[in-house]
């Protein structure tokens, strides 16, 4: 049974910091590229940032470039996602996404909170 499940989002100040985590079970994890997207509301889904499968790689969307970033540890079936210097417009649910090819997976969501 695949799953992907993230953790760590919150209620967090501006200029503050949050580190997500997915932790990914049933499929081989360390073949597959792995995103991070998020949705805020009354929003597209948007990319956020992403991470190929040996780690060698990472892409982040203009918005967070500087800010956030992205790592996996593939021993523990994991990726990170370090957001620093967040602003109220970071507020989304953010989802880890799986890809391999045309097989793709998606977690649940972890919401996060960007306000005074």
């Known amino acids: 049974q695949v799953q992907l499940v993230e953790s760590g989002g919150g209620l967090v100040q501006p200029g503050g910091s949050l580190r997500l985590s997915c932790a990914a079970s049933?499929?081989?994890?360390?073949?597959?590229?792995m995103n991070w997207f998020r949705h805020a509301p009354g929003k597209e889904r948007e990319f956020v940032a992403s991470i190929s499968w040996s780690g060698k790689i990472t892409y982040y969307a203009d918005s967070v470039k500087g800010r956030f970033t992205m790592s996996r540890e593939n021993a523990k079936n994991t990726v990170y996602l370090q957001m620093n210097s967040l602003k109220p417009e970071d507020t989304a649910v953010y989802y880890c996404?799986?890809?391999?090819?045309?097989?793709?997976?998606w977690g649940q969501g972890t919401q996060v909170t960007v306000s005074s």
């Open positions: 996404n799986a890809r391999l090819g045309a097989s793709a997976y």
């Open positions: 049933g499929f081989t994890f360390s073949s597959y590229d």
